[in-house]
T-cell receptor, first 115, second 112 residues
Framework: NAGVMQNPRHLVRRRGQEARLRCSPM?????VYWYRQLPEEGLKFMVY????????ESGMPKERFSAEFPKEGPSILRIQQVVRGDSAAYFC?????????????FGSGTQLSVL | DQQVKQNSPSLSVQEGRISILNCDYT??????FLWYKKYPAEGPTFLIS?????DKNEDGRFTVFLNKSAKHLSLHIVPSQPGDSAVYFC???????????FGTGTRLKVLA
């Protein structure tokens, strides 16, 4: 669990600003997932990426949200023109292989607060 | 459209007693079921899983039961310990896919 690094842990933005959330997967993991947890809700799937490829972004809002996982560097979840409803905990997870049961490792999350 | 439901948002149990956490799902095509535990300010960690070909899986104090006809999953913790106090999420997955669907979580508090 400690191997998936997310930063920042807390991010405060004003409405209309951009938020960038970073995730470094565990060593040896090439699959990254982003989940969002809204207050009083479960973890909602957002996007699944492999190196340089978005495999499934069916959980991403149609506008303002984007994700990437470049060949070098961390995965980035980018939210443009944030609104109050974007306030949530964003969790990144990684795995070694696609659909690797029981081996989805989560980071500690980024708590985004939009003022 | 909640495909995975945990109807009890919270549960309090005395130390040493059994904790039973429940989870209901709607799609009979799911074939892997997992429980994750989450402490405050940490990410979820995997706890125990079961495939649809089984109806019980045990790991130490933790046992997961699957009732396919009722589309019901439960996690039993016995004996419960104060360190078990956390939020527990059930999750389901189609085999060979990458998408885990999580429930809303149950906050377990084990009282010393």
């Amino acid at each position: 669990n400690a191997g998936v690094m997310q930063n920042p842990r807390h991010l405060v933005r004003r409405r209309g600003q951009e938020a960038r959330l970073r995730c470094s997967p565990m060593k040896g993991h090439s699959h990254v997932y982003w989940y969002r947890q809204l207050p009083e809700e479960g973890l909602k799937f957002m996007v699944y990426l492999q190196k340089e490829n978005i495999i499934d972004e069916s959980g991403m809002p149609k506008e303002r949200f984007s994700a990437e996982f470049p060949k070098e560097g961390p995965s980035i979840l980018r939210i443009q023109q944030v609104v109050r409803g974007d306030s949530a905990a964003y969790f990144c997870a990684s795995s070694r292989a696609r659909g690797d049961i029981e081996k989805l490792f989560f980071g500690s999350g980024t708590q985004l607060s939009v003022l | 459209d909640q495909q995975v439901k945990q109807n009890s948002p919270s549960l309090s149990v005395q130390e040493g007693r059994i904790s039973i956490l429940n989870c209901d799902y709607t799609n009979s095509m799911f074939d892997y079921f997992l429980w994750y535990k989450k402490y405050p300010a940490e990410g979820p960690t995997f706890l125990i899983s079961i495939s649809s070909i089984k109806d019980k899986n045990e790991d130490g104090r933790f046992t997961v039961f699957l009732n396919k006809s009722a589309k019901h999953l439960s996690l039993h913790i016995v004996p419960s310990q104060p360190g078990d106090s956390a939020v527990y999420f059930c999750a389901v997955q189609f085999s060979g896919t990458y998408k885990y669907i999580f429930g809303t979580g149950t906050r377990l508090k084990v009282l010393a």
